[in-house]
């Protein structure tokens, strides 16, 4: 069985949602998983923030004007009476609901369930569709079996013991919501933006699915940000390890955390763009193409932060005593470089960054710097070493670089420069290595 993902482009439009058909066969067994409409959970966004601050004719305004959207949107999507009744039903349930929060003490729980409409909406208007045009499909509630736990991980058991039963043998198409979930307190909640793509790989897993098809408005995982630099090229395959760097590393194509489930799992996943769905797009397994550059990827937003400490010379320990501090506040570390007496490392959650520099404090001098990006080339190095690091270094000999990380595995070098410098060392990057 295969699980076919589309994301909030492909079914962006009454017009794109009639056309998913040409590339999902209703004969075939399969589970689809879609992303709200595009635009939607930005929306959805909007009108909570609105409610956190108490703005209620703010938030009434917006939704007002995301619901006159779908007013339209049903008005194309169905031709029949009946089909444009359901619609109509459909779209005033979900915004009242929205609505009635006006009443409501506003919390992040009210949030989670304002953000989780725009996939239950999108879900059921095309199951609709279906039934309109006489296509057999089931939806399966992703609220029944997409579960995280107190650490907002998947319980990839507990997904699949609960979406095994509701596919029954007599369907074949299934379709289900991206993106949300629910949490260990049993709340509504969501896998983060860009979530959908984590759902279709964890219910890929769940399944033991023979393939993860992610489509989307580009023809696969391209050599560097196309939304950045000119004349970038799809890349035809990748391993799950370079894949879950680049993605990692900001490729929103890819959710960062979404190869893993398929990877453990062994379950291929295939990158592939609804507005050429002949193109072969970006095929991503456990080989790769040995001894190649493949991409570039750059994520900001990042805060560096380096520890200087005459103790950490000749001593153990130290690190373990510095990380503890990230573990205890829950941060993720993401690059790390070290001398005999200061290490740097970076993290992108500063929410708790004060409570950690005061920590970090007792050890030493303590330098932030804020505003940083991190660049990540990614490639298999393994099989020739010679060479790649000193290609990736002269491409960026005119950029200031805070931090170098190579070796750390052997298909990732990671730069930390300054956010403003992170156009230009794509560009010069994308020129030295693949033009
Ligand atoms: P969807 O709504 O289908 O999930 P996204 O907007 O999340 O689509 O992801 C697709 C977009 O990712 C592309 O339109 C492209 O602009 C952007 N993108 C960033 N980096 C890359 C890359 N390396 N390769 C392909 N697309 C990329
Ligand atoms: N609708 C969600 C978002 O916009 C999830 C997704 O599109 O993948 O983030
Ligand atoms: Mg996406």
Request: proline fraction near 8%; charge should be negative.
């Given at each position: 069985m295969k699980v076919l993902k589309f994301g909030g482009t492909s079914v962006g439009s009454p017009e794109r949602i009639k056309k998913l058909l040409d590339i999902i066969n209703p004969e075939e067994r399969q589970i689809v998983v879609l992303s709200a409409v595009s635009g939607t959970t930005n929306s959805l966004l909007e009108i909570s923030q609105a409610y956190l601050a108490a703005d209620k004719s703010k938030a009434a305004e917006l939704t007002a004007i995301l619901k006159a959207k779908y007013d339209l949107f049903i008005k194309e999507l169905f031709s029949s009476d009946e089909g444009l009744e359901n619609g109509k039903n459909l779209i005033d349930y979900h915004f009242n609901l929205i609505s009635s929060f006006a009443n409501a003490h506003f919390t992040a729980i009210e949030e989670k369930i304002i953000l989780a409409q725009g996939e239950l909406i999108s879900t059921t208007l095309y199951h609709f569709y279906l039934t309109e045009i006489g296509v057999k499909s089931k939806l399966l509630?992703?609220?029944?079996?997409?579960k995280i736990d107190e650490?907002?991980?998947?319980v990839i058991d507990f997904i699949s013991e609960h979406i095994q039963p509701l596919?029954?043998?007599?369907?074949?198409l299934f379709i289900t919501q991206g993106y949300i979930c629910r949490n260990s307190f049993g709340e509504i909640d969501n896998l983060?933006?860009?979530?959908s793509d984590y759902t279709a790989s964890l219910i890929g897993a769940a399944i033991r699915a023979e393939e993860v098809q992610i489509w989307t408005d580009?023809?696969?995982?391209?050599?560097?940000d196309p939304r950045i630099v000119k004349g970038t090229k799809p890349i035809a395959r990748l391993s799950f390890d370079e894949a879950a760097e680049l993605a990692y590393f900001g490729?929103?194509?890819?959710?960062?955390?979404?190869v893993f489930p398929a990877q453990k799992f062994k379950v291929p996943v295939r990158l592939l763009n609804t507005m050429e769905p002949k193109a072969s797009g970006t095929l991503i397994t456990n080989d790769s193409e040995r001894g190649k550059i493949k991409s570039i990827a750059a994520k900001d937003g990042i805060t560096a932060i380096k520890i200087q400490s005459s103790?950490?010379?000749?001593?153990?320990g130290f690190l373990r005593r510095v990380f503890e501090i990230f573990e205890r506040y829950k941060t993720p570390i993401d690059m790390i470089t070290t001398s005999e007496v200061a290490v740097s490392v970076t993290i992108?959650?500063?929410?708790n960054l004060a409570e950690i520099i005061k920590e970090l404090n007792n050890f030493g001098t303590v330098e932030v710097d804020y505003n940083q990006t991190i660049v990540c080339v990614v490639g298999d190095f393994g099989a020739d070493k010679h060479g790649f690091a000193a290609r990736v270094l002269e491409a960026l000999k005119h950029i200031p670089i805070r931090m170098i990380s190579y070796?750390?595995?052997?298909f990732n070098i990671s730069l930390l420069i300054n956010d403003g410098d992170k156009v230009e060392a794509l560009r010069s990057l994308h020129n030295r290595l693949f033009e």
């Open positions: 509630p992703a609220l029944v079996f997409m650490d907002n991980e998947p596919l029954d043998p007599e369907t074949n983060r933006r860009g979530g580009i023809d696969g995982m391209h050599n560097n490729a929103k194509i890819l959710h960062p955390q979404s103790r950490m010379l000749l001593a153990y992108d959650d500063i929410s070796g750390g595995s052997h």
